[in-house]
C-alpha cells in the first residue's frame, strides 16, 4: 500500500444524518492535501458509498435515524472486505457507556461534538497512519 500524498489522498467518508454537520467537518478536512472526503447521510447509505469507493477512514455519527452508527460499525466489522477500515465515532454522546460500546463494536476512536478542528485533524491522521502500518506489516490483509 502506497502512502497518501496530495496525488493520491486518503478518502475519508463523513456520515451524518445533519447536513450541517457534515459540511462543518468537509470543512475542516477540506485544507488537508492528504485527504479527500466522500459523504453519507445515513447508515445504509454509508455502507453503499463503502463498497463503491472503498474509503481508508469513516468519520461516523452515532446517533442515526433507521440505522445508528454502531450498527454501521458492527457490520463493517463483521465483514472481512471492510474490517480494515479506520472510524472514528464523532457523537455528542459523551457517558463511559457509549464509549464502551462503540469500543465493543470495533471503532478505532472517538471525536466528541462540537468538534474542534485541530484535533480532528490530528485524529485523522493518527487513525490513518495506524492503519497504513497495520496494512504494512500484514500486506495481505490489504485489498
Known sequence: MQPSNESNPSKVLIVDD???NLELLE????????????RATGGAEALDAVREHRPELILLDIMMPKMSGYEVCKKLRADPATAD???IMVTALN???DVERGTEVGTD????????????IARV???????RQ?????PSAAQ
Open 85 to 87: 477500515i479506520g472510524i
Open 109 to 120: 476512536d472517538f471525536v466528541s461534538k462540537p468538534v474542534n478542528r485541530h484535533e480532528l
Open 18 to 20: 445533519n447536513i450541517q
Open 95 to 97: 457517558e463511559f457507556a
Open 125 to 131: 491522521r493518527k487513525v490513518l497512519d495506524a492503519r
Open 134 to 138: 497495520r496494512l504494512t506489516v500484514a
Open 27 to 38: 470543512a475542516y478536512l477540506e485544507g488537508v492535501p492528504e485527504i479527500s472526503t466522500l
